[in-house]
Protein backbone atom coordinates (compact mmCIF):
# COMPACT_ATOMS: atom_id res chain seq x y z
CA UNK A 1 0.00 0.00 0.00
CA UNK A 2 1.49 3.34 -0.51
CA UNK A 3 2.41 5.26 2.34
CA UNK A 4 0.67 8.53 1.57
CA UNK A 5 -2.65 6.29 1.13
CA UNK A 6 -2.35 5.07 4.08
CA UNK A 7 -1.61 7.93 5.59
CA UNK A 8 -4.49 9.78 4.67
CA UNK A 9 -6.55 6.81 5.78
CA UNK A 10 -5.30 7.17 9.00
CA UNK A 11 -5.79 10.85 9.74
CA UNK A 12 -9.49 10.76 8.02
CA UNK A 13 -9.77 8.22 10.52
CA UNK A 14 -8.76 9.92 13.84
CA UNK A 15 -10.83 13.27 12.40
CA UNK A 16 -13.72 11.00 12.15
CA UNK A 17 -13.37 9.50 15.79
CA UNK A 18 -12.83 13.09 17.27
CA UNK A 19 -15.80 14.65 15.39
CA UNK A 20 -18.66 11.38 16.65
CA UNK A 21 -17.19 11.90 20.08
CA UNK A 22 -17.89 15.61 20.23
CA UNK A 23 -20.99 16.00 17.81
CA UNK A 24 -24.13 15.18 18.19
CA UNK A 25 -25.65 15.60 15.11
CA UNK A 26 -22.55 14.02 12.93
CA UNK A 27 -23.59 11.40 10.61
CA UNK A 28 -22.12 8.02 11.73
CA UNK A 29 -23.11 8.81 15.61
CA UNK A 30 -26.05 6.80 15.56
CA UNK A 31 -24.13 3.88 13.84
CA UNK A 32 -21.09 4.36 16.34
CA UNK A 33 -23.47 4.38 19.15
CA UNK A 34 -24.84 1.08 17.54
CA UNK A 35 -21.94 -0.49 17.56
CA UNK A 36 -20.52 0.04 20.89
CA UNK A 37 -24.26 -1.49 21.85
CA UNK A 38 -23.67 -4.38 20.01
CA UNK A 39 -20.28 -5.09 21.70
CA UNK A 40 -21.87 -4.80 24.93
CA UNK A 41 -24.48 -8.12 23.84
CA UNK A 42 -21.19 -10.30 22.57
CA UNK A 43 -18.00 -9.39 22.61
CA UNK A 44 -17.11 -9.47 26.53
CA UNK A 45 -13.80 -9.56 27.40
CA UNK A 46 -12.99 -6.72 25.01
CA UNK A 47 -9.22 -5.39 25.60
CA UNK A 48 -9.59 -1.49 24.15
CA UNK A 49 -12.05 0.56 24.84
CA UNK A 50 -15.19 0.65 22.66
CA UNK A 51 -14.46 4.03 21.30
CA UNK A 52 -10.77 2.72 20.33
CA UNK A 53 -12.60 -0.35 19.21
CA UNK A 54 -14.79 1.56 17.01
CA UNK A 55 -11.77 3.59 15.46
CA UNK A 56 -9.55 0.79 14.65
CA UNK A 57 -13.23 -0.59 12.81
CA UNK A 58 -13.21 2.25 10.62
CA UNK A 59 -9.60 2.25 9.78
CA UNK A 60 -10.49 -1.27 8.18
CA UNK A 61 -13.63 -0.36 6.66
CA UNK A 62 -11.30 2.35 5.04
CA UNK A 63 -8.67 -0.13 3.86
CA UNK A 64 -11.48 -2.49 3.14
CA UNK A 65 -12.48 0.25 0.30
CA UNK A 66 -9.17 1.11 -0.61
CA UNK A 67 -8.59 -3.00 -1.61
CA UNK A 68 -11.53 -2.53 -3.97
CA UNK A 69 -10.39 0.16 -5.38
CA UNK A 70 -7.05 -0.70 -5.57
CA UNK A 71 -7.12 -3.94 -6.73
CA UNK A 72 -3.83 -5.66 -6.55
CA UNK A 73 -3.54 -9.57 -7.49
CA UNK A 74 0.13 -9.40 -6.27
CA UNK A 75 -0.83 -8.59 -3.25
CA UNK A 76 -3.61 -10.86 -2.69
CA UNK A 77 -2.20 -14.43 -1.06
CA UNK A 78 -4.88 -17.33 -1.52
CA UNK A 79 -4.75 -20.96 0.61
CA UNK A 80 -5.84 -23.68 -0.56
CA UNK A 81 -6.90 -22.67 -4.63
CA UNK A 82 -7.51 -25.90 -5.58
CA UNK A 83 -10.69 -26.01 -3.35
CA UNK A 84 -12.09 -23.77 -6.08
CA UNK A 85 -15.22 -25.96 -7.54
CA UNK A 86 -15.01 -26.85 -10.85
CA UNK A 87 -18.58 -26.92 -11.22
CA UNK A 88 -20.92 -24.64 -10.07
CA UNK A 89 -21.34 -24.10 -6.44
CA UNK A 90 -22.17 -21.97 -3.84
CA UNK A 91 -19.66 -19.66 -2.23
CA UNK A 92 -20.30 -17.73 1.02
CA UNK A 93 -18.51 -15.47 2.42
CA UNK A 94 -19.00 -12.77 5.59
CA UNK A 95 -19.14 -8.98 5.96
CA UNK A 96 -15.67 -9.67 7.00
CA UNK A 97 -11.79 -8.23 5.92
CA UNK A 98 -11.22 -7.51 2.61
CA UNK A 99 -14.50 -9.62 1.50
CA UNK A 100 -14.95 -7.89 -1.92
CA UNK A 101 -11.80 -9.02 -3.56
CA UNK A 102 -12.81 -12.52 -3.40
CA UNK A 103 -14.82 -11.61 -6.49
CA UNK A 104 -11.43 -10.87 -8.27
CA UNK A 105 -9.98 -14.17 -7.35
CA UNK A 106 -13.37 -15.89 -8.77
CA UNK A 107 -13.31 -13.94 -11.93
CA UNK A 108 -9.44 -14.51 -12.65
CA UNK A 109 -9.85 -18.02 -12.40
CA UNK A 110 -12.56 -17.90 -14.75
CA UNK A 111 -15.85 -18.90 -12.14
CA UNK A 112 -19.08 -17.33 -13.66
CA UNK A 113 -20.29 -15.76 -10.52
CA UNK A 114 -24.27 -14.59 -9.38
CA UNK A 115 -24.22 -12.53 -6.40
CA UNK A 116 -27.51 -12.65 -4.62
CA UNK A 117 -28.08 -9.67 -2.42
CA UNK A 118 -30.38 -7.76 -0.61
CA UNK A 119 -32.71 -4.89 -1.78
CA UNK A 120 -31.24 -2.31 -0.43
CA UNK A 121 -27.93 -2.58 -1.97
CA UNK A 122 -29.72 -4.18 -5.12
CA UNK A 123 -31.91 -0.79 -5.96
CA UNK A 124 -28.79 1.40 -5.03
CA UNK A 125 -28.42 2.58 -8.26
CA UNK A 126 -25.30 4.73 -7.76
CA UNK A 127 -23.89 1.67 -6.35
CA UNK A 128 -21.10 -0.62 -7.29
CA UNK A 129 -23.35 -3.45 -8.67
CA UNK A 130 -25.81 -0.89 -11.05
CA UNK A 131 -24.64 -2.73 -14.28
CA UNK A 132 -24.60 -5.55 -13.19
CA UNK A 133 -28.64 -5.99 -12.30
CA UNK A 134 -29.67 -8.70 -14.19
CA UNK A 135 -27.52 -8.39 -16.87
CA UNK A 136 -24.54 -10.51 -17.28
CA UNK A 137 -21.24 -9.19 -17.75
CA UNK A 138 -17.64 -10.55 -17.66
CA UNK A 139 -19.22 -13.53 -15.75
CA UNK A 140 -21.00 -11.53 -13.10
CA UNK A 141 -24.41 -10.74 -12.96
CA UNK A 142 -26.57 -9.67 -9.71
CA UNK A 143 -30.18 -10.61 -8.34
CA UNK A 144 -32.00 -9.49 -5.77
CA UNK A 145 -32.20 -12.12 -3.07
CA UNK A 146 -35.53 -10.44 -1.85
CA UNK A 147 -37.13 -11.33 -5.19
CA UNK A 148 -39.70 -13.54 -5.29
CA UNK A 149 -38.81 -14.82 -8.69
CA UNK A 150 -35.21 -14.68 -7.79
CA UNK A 151 -34.64 -18.31 -7.26
CA UNK A 152 -36.32 -18.88 -10.47
CA UNK A 153 -33.47 -16.72 -12.27
CA UNK A 154 -30.99 -18.35 -9.99
CA UNK A 155 -31.82 -21.70 -11.58
CA UNK A 156 -31.43 -20.60 -14.96
CA UNK A 157 -27.98 -19.14 -14.40
CA UNK A 158 -26.74 -22.23 -12.62
CA UNK A 159 -27.69 -23.82 -15.52
CA UNK A 160 -25.55 -21.52 -18.06
CA UNK A 161 -22.63 -22.61 -15.75
CA UNK A 162 -22.64 -20.33 -12.96
CA UNK A 163 -22.26 -20.56 -9.48
CA UNK A 164 -24.55 -18.50 -6.76
CA UNK A 165 -22.44 -16.38 -3.89
CA UNK A 166 -23.88 -15.09 -0.90
CA UNK A 167 -22.94 -13.16 2.29
CA UNK A 168 -24.00 -15.07 4.76
CA UNK A 169 -24.46 -12.92 7.60
CA UNK A 170 -26.44 -10.72 5.24
CA UNK A 171 -29.25 -12.68 6.40
CA UNK A 172 -31.25 -11.83 3.87
CA UNK A 173 -33.99 -13.15 1.83
CA UNK A 174 -38.09 -13.47 0.61
CA UNK A 175 -40.15 -12.83 3.36
CA UNK A 176 -39.74 -11.85 7.21
CA UNK A 177 -36.79 -13.62 8.74
CA UNK A 178 -38.32 -14.52 12.13
CA UNK A 179 -40.91 -16.24 10.19
CA UNK A 180 -40.32 -19.77 11.44
CA UNK A 181 -40.85 -21.43 7.88
CA UNK A 182 -37.27 -19.34 7.00
CA UNK A 183 -35.52 -19.58 9.81
CA UNK A 184 -33.92 -21.21 12.65
CA UNK A 185 -31.96 -20.07 15.83
CA UNK A 186 -28.25 -20.40 16.24
CA UNK A 187 -25.66 -19.47 18.69
CA UNK A 188 -23.62 -16.83 18.37
CA UNK A 189 -21.25 -15.59 20.65
CA UNK A 190 -23.23 -17.60 23.19
CA UNK A 191 -26.36 -15.26 22.00
CA UNK A 192 -29.41 -16.54 19.93
CA UNK A 193 -29.95 -15.13 16.82
CA UNK A 194 -32.44 -15.20 14.41
CA UNK A 195 -30.62 -16.95 10.89
CA UNK A 196 -32.19 -17.72 7.32
CA UNK A 197 -31.18 -21.35 6.31
CA UNK A 198 -31.94 -20.37 2.78
CA UNK A 199 -28.07 -20.79 1.67
CA UNK A 200 -28.38 -24.33 2.84
CA UNK A 201 -31.81 -25.04 1.59
CA UNK A 202 -30.57 -23.79 -2.33
CA UNK A 203 -27.02 -26.13 -1.94
CA UNK A 204 -29.62 -29.14 -1.20
CA UNK A 205 -32.23 -28.35 -3.42
CA UNK A 206 -29.55 -27.61 -6.47
CA UNK A 207 -27.13 -30.31 -4.89
CA UNK A 208 -24.58 -27.82 -5.04
CA UNK A 209 -21.58 -27.87 -2.57
CA UNK A 210 -20.93 -24.85 -0.09
CA UNK A 211 -17.57 -23.49 -0.68
CA UNK A 212 -16.66 -20.97 2.43
CA UNK A 213 -14.05 -18.58 1.43
CA UNK A 214 -12.84 -15.52 4.14
CA UNK A 215 -10.52 -12.79 3.01
CA UNK A 216 -8.63 -11.60 5.94
CA UNK A 217 -6.64 -8.33 6.08
CA UNK A 218 -2.95 -9.23 7.13
CA UNK A 219 -0.70 -7.34 9.52
CA UNK A 220 0.84 -5.75 6.73
CA UNK A 221 -2.35 -5.20 5.09
CA UNK A 222 -2.25 -6.82 2.30
CA UNK A 223 -5.00 -9.62 1.72
CA UNK A 224 -4.98 -13.54 2.70
CA UNK A 225 -8.02 -15.36 0.90
CA UNK A 226 -9.05 -18.52 2.82
CA UNK A 227 -10.90 -21.00 0.64
CA UNK A 228 -12.09 -23.69 3.70
CA UNK A 229 -13.37 -26.95 2.50
CA UNK A 230 -16.79 -27.72 1.06
CA UNK A 231 -19.72 -29.17 2.65
CA UNK A 232 -21.52 -31.34 1.01
CA UNK A 233 -25.37 -31.82 0.56
CA UNK A 234 -24.66 -35.58 -0.24
CA UNK A 235 -23.39 -35.85 2.93
CA UNK A 236 -27.07 -35.39 4.76
CA UNK A 237 -30.26 -37.43 3.78
CA UNK A 238 -32.73 -35.02 5.55
CA UNK A 239 -32.81 -31.69 4.08
CA UNK A 240 -33.88 -30.09 7.40
CA UNK A 241 -31.30 -31.51 9.09
CA UNK A 242 -28.94 -30.34 6.64
CA UNK A 243 -30.35 -26.81 7.10
CA UNK A 244 -30.17 -26.65 10.40
CA UNK A 245 -26.77 -28.28 10.69
CA UNK A 246 -25.27 -26.24 7.80
CA UNK A 247 -26.55 -22.98 8.47
CA UNK A 248 -25.08 -22.89 12.52
CA UNK A 249 -21.59 -24.19 11.43
CA UNK A 250 -21.75 -21.40 9.09
CA UNK A 251 -22.02 -18.78 12.08
CA UNK A 252 -19.84 -20.89 13.88
CA UNK A 253 -16.75 -20.04 11.22
CA UNK A 254 -17.76 -16.78 11.25
CA UNK A 255 -17.20 -16.80 15.48
CA UNK A 256 -14.22 -18.11 15.14
CA UNK A 257 -12.94 -15.78 12.78
CA UNK A 258 -14.34 -12.39 14.53
CA UNK A 259 -13.00 -13.54 17.59
CA UNK A 260 -9.37 -13.84 16.26
CA UNK A 261 -10.15 -10.40 14.57
CA UNK A 262 -12.79 -8.55 15.96
CA UNK A 263 -12.58 -5.52 14.27
CA UNK A 264 -12.31 -6.63 10.71
CA UNK A 265 -16.02 -7.40 10.67
CA UNK A 266 -18.02 -4.90 9.70
CA UNK A 267 -21.25 -6.84 10.82
CA UNK A 268 -21.14 -5.15 14.70
CA UNK A 269 -23.47 -2.33 12.88
CA UNK A 270 -25.73 -4.85 11.94
CA UNK A 271 -26.02 -7.87 13.74
CA UNK A 272 -28.62 -6.58 16.51
CA UNK A 273 -30.95 -7.17 13.84
CA UNK A 274 -30.60 -10.53 14.78
CA UNK A 275 -30.35 -11.38 18.10
CA UNK A 276 -33.19 -12.67 20.19
CA UNK A 277 -33.54 -11.23 23.47
CA UNK A 278 -36.04 -9.21 25.54
CA UNK A 279 -36.12 -5.60 24.97
CA UNK A 280 -37.92 -4.53 27.72
CA UNK A 281 -36.52 -2.41 29.29
CA UNK A 282 -36.25 -2.58 33.32
CA UNK A 283 -37.88 -0.10 35.52
CA UNK A 284 -36.73 1.24 38.94
CA UNK A 285 -38.32 2.74 41.79
CA UNK A 286 -37.56 6.12 42.91
CA UNK A 287 -34.61 6.25 45.75
CA UNK A 288 -36.14 6.01 49.30
CA UNK A 289 -34.08 8.88 50.52
CA UNK A 290 -35.25 12.78 49.84
CA UNK A 291 -31.51 13.51 49.97
CA UNK A 292 -29.98 11.08 47.25
CA UNK A 293 -28.32 12.87 44.21
CA UNK A 294 -29.88 11.62 40.95
CA UNK A 295 -26.93 11.61 38.24
CA UNK A 296 -27.56 10.80 34.21
CA UNK A 297 -26.52 6.99 33.61
CA UNK A 298 -23.95 8.18 31.58
CA UNK A 299 -22.62 4.80 31.55
CA UNK A 300 -26.21 3.12 29.83
CA UNK A 301 -27.39 6.32 27.95
CA UNK A 302 -26.12 8.38 24.88
CA UNK A 303 -27.81 10.69 22.47
CA UNK A 304 -27.81 11.95 19.05
CA UNK A 305 -29.63 14.19 16.27
CA UNK A 306 -30.47 12.79 12.88
CA UNK A 307 -33.41 14.45 11.91
CA UNK A 308 -34.82 14.69 15.44
CA UNK A 309 -33.69 14.54 18.89
CA UNK A 310 -32.33 10.57 20.05
CA UNK A 311 -32.02 8.94 23.55
CA UNK A 312 -30.20 5.44 22.96
CA UNK A 313 -30.40 2.68 25.63
CA UNK A 314 -26.94 1.03 24.81
CA UNK A 315 -27.60 -2.03 27.07
CA UNK A 316 -31.11 -2.96 24.64
CA UNK A 317 -29.38 -1.39 21.19
CA UNK A 318 -32.86 0.90 21.46
CA UNK A 319 -33.21 4.69 20.66
CA UNK A 320 -36.30 6.72 21.43
CA UNK A 321 -37.34 10.15 20.04
CA UNK A 322 -37.31 12.81 22.35
CA UNK A 323 -38.48 16.44 22.51
CA UNK A 324 -35.55 18.97 21.66
CA UNK A 325 -36.29 20.48 25.66
CA UNK A 326 -35.61 17.00 27.30
CA UNK A 327 -32.60 16.46 24.86
CA UNK A 328 -30.95 19.66 25.94
CA UNK A 329 -31.63 18.86 29.89
CA UNK A 330 -30.44 15.43 29.58
CA UNK A 331 -26.97 16.68 27.19
CA UNK A 332 -26.75 19.74 30.39
CA UNK A 333 -26.79 16.41 32.61
CA UNK A 334 -24.51 14.46 30.34
CA UNK A 335 -21.86 17.47 30.12
CA UNK A 336 -22.10 18.68 33.28
CA UNK A 337 -21.62 16.10 35.73
CA UNK A 338 -24.85 17.24 37.78
CA UNK A 339 -26.29 15.93 40.51
CA UNK A 340 -29.92 17.06 41.74
CA UNK A 341 -32.16 15.68 44.86
CA UNK A 342 -35.62 14.70 43.49
CA UNK A 343 -36.90 18.03 44.41
CA UNK A 344 -34.59 20.14 42.37
CA UNK A 345 -35.04 18.11 39.60
CA UNK A 346 -38.56 18.87 39.77
CA UNK A 347 -38.11 22.47 39.57
CA UNK A 348 -35.19 21.61 36.75
CA UNK A 349 -38.59 20.29 34.57
CA UNK A 350 -41.10 22.52 35.42
CA UNK A 351 -42.78 20.24 38.82
CA UNK A 352 -43.37 17.58 35.61
CA UNK A 353 -43.30 14.43 37.86
CA UNK A 354 -44.72 12.03 35.60
CA UNK A 355 -41.18 12.97 33.19
CA UNK A 356 -39.01 12.68 36.10
CA UNK A 357 -40.31 9.41 37.32
CA UNK A 358 -39.95 7.83 34.01
CA UNK A 359 -36.29 9.10 33.63
CA UNK A 360 -35.52 7.65 37.20
CA UNK A 361 -37.62 4.14 36.48
CA UNK A 362 -36.22 3.52 33.08
CA UNK A 363 -32.42 4.47 35.25
CA UNK A 364 -31.65 7.50 32.49
CA UNK A 365 -31.32 9.20 36.05
CA UNK A 366 -29.85 7.09 38.75
Known sequence: MNINDLEEIKERTRIQGNEIQTTYDHRFRSGYLMVCSNLRKLFKNLELTEFEFYNKWVFYNRIRKYHEKQYDKNTVITRDLEKLSKTPAIYISFHFGSYRVIHYLLQENKIKTCLLINKHVYESEGGRYFKYKEVEKDGFVVLCVEDSQSILKAKEYINKGFSLFFYFDGNSGVGDTRDSKNSIYASFFGNEICSRTGVARLSKLFNLPIVPIIALIQKNLNSKIHLLDSILPSQYKSRGEYETEVTRYLWK???????????????????????????????????????????????????????????????????????????????????NNVALKMDELLDLFSNKKSLVDDLVKKQILI
Open 253 to 335: ILEGYVKKYPTQWEGWSFINKYIIGDIEVETTLPHSSKSHLYKYNNARYDIFINDGWFLFDLEKGLYTHITEILFDCIRYFKE
